[in-house]
């Protein structure tokens, strides 16, 4: 019956109820011409029973039939994510009795949690914020979580009608409640994995869960493409870990305009320092540990009296100027798969194949307002609009 609604675009559970009663379409899910269709009811007493694993399973059965006619290879990946609006009004949100920090360990574990008794999930129990870049290795369970904005004033609130969704603000159409839905696609637009948290969290945040699915049914890809939100320090070095090349353009501090940038900056290997355009030494002063970042720095007087200061930061600012570098060669790795052939033909293909994707999934198969309420449930309906084919 929910195949039926999805081909012809049934978004009301009552309506395709109706709609089967009423039409042919019962032979299709083998019910005799004088046989009562079930209540509408069924759908959302199944949901609760099967849970968002049977559907999974019969997304994974859909791909595995896209392998056998040779229509997905798996070896070249696009990402993306985008949002779906919540089942919630605006009216419904009130103030959190939590600081945002609290709110988010709040959030982090009710992921993780099923179940009116507070059961633990098939994924793990909830995972503590804290340093996620310890010794040149990365914890998957703090990939993102640390670029969110924690004390952020809209993660004090939230919705009493879906209280799994966050508030997004995008320019143009104002705050919203809603989830975010992340894909994992072949070059051939068949979607090989996707998952779903709050709009709040950041993007790399399910990398390790679609890479996970992906490897799952179809061995870890050559080659993913995605955008710069995929081009953090722990998502590229997750990915290339694995053996994975990647065209994603790095996630860098955007250089002021009318500033010199940091390209115009000369990097000395052998003593470790910069060089400014005015030929003054940036001296490396301290290491962020927990995102691998090294800061580089002029001395005061250097910049004070520097010719060049106009150029190079603003007037009314008494520190000088600081540069920052990864102490790895990830970004350097992404920016080189980019220039490659196959890194810019998947860079470019991203932009089409996303957006065709999602712009289906909302303008004909109701991905545009979420249904139901609450992350499983609205999984479960993301997921199964993942199970799309297109000849």
């Excluded at 009216?91 to 009710?110: A, D, G, H, Q």
């Excluded at 003593?271 to 962020?288: E, F, Q, V, W």
């Amino acid at each position: 019956m929910l195949i039926i609604g999805y081909l012809y675009d049934i978004r009301s559970e009552r309506r395709l109820v109706e709609d089967i009663s009423l039409n042919l379409a019962r032979w299709y899910v083998d019910y005799d011409i004088d046989e009562k269709i079930p209540d509408h009811s069924i759908f959302t007493k199944a949901r609760k029973r099967f849970g968002k694993k049977l559907i999974i399973q019969i997304f994974e059965e859909v791909l595995f039939k896209c392998i056998e006619a040779g229509i997905v290879l798996g070896k070249e990946v696009l990402m993306d994510s985008t949002l779906i609006k919540a089942n919630a009004s605006m009216n419904s949100i009130i103030e959190v009795n939590l600081s945002p920090e609290r709110y988010w360990r709040k959030l982090e574990e009710s992921e993780v949690l099923s179940g009116p008794r507070g059961r633990k999930s098939e994924e793990g129990g909830p995972t503590p914020i804290g340093s996620h870049f310890k010794g040149g290795k990365f914890d998957l369970g703090k990939m993102g979580k640390r670029i969110r904005k924690v004390n952020a004033k809209y993660l004090k609130k939230r919705s009493t009608t879906d209280p799994d969704a966050t508030l997004h603000f995008r320019p143009g159409t104002g705050p919203m409640l809603a989830h975010k839905v992340h894909v994992a696609v072949d070059s051939s637009s068949i979607i090989t994995a996707s998952s779903l948290n709050p709009s709040a969290t950041h993007d790399t945040t399910k990398v390790p869960e679609l890479i996970g699915r992906h490897e799952k049914i179809l061995g870890a890809p050559n080659f993913i493409a995605a955008d710069s939100r995929y081009g953090t320090q722990d998502c590229l070095g997750y990915l290339q870990g694995k053996g994975i090349r990647t065209a994603i353009n790095p996630l860098t501090t955007n250089n002021r305009p009318g500033f010199f940038s940091k390209d115009l900056f000369t990097y000395d290997l052998q003593n470790d320092s910069y060089m400014c355009p005015a030929g003054k030494i940036l001296t490396r002063k301290y290491k962020k540990q927990y995102i691998n970042k090294i800061i580089y720095r002029a001395k005061k007087e250097d910049c004070l009296n520097c010719f060049l200061r106009n150029r190079c930061i603003e007037p009314h600012r008494k520190c000088p100027r600081t540069i920052t570098r990864f102490d790895s060669n990830y970004c350097e790795y992404a920016e080189l798969n980019l220039k490659l052939s196959i890194g810019k033909k998947l860079h470019k293909l991203r932009k089409t194949v996303m957006e065709g994707i999602f712009s289906e999934a909302k303008t004909y198969h109701g991905l545009s307002r979420a249904k139901q309420r609450g992350i499983d449930n609205v999984e479960i309906r993301a997921t199964f609009n993942s199970n799309r084919v297109k000849y």
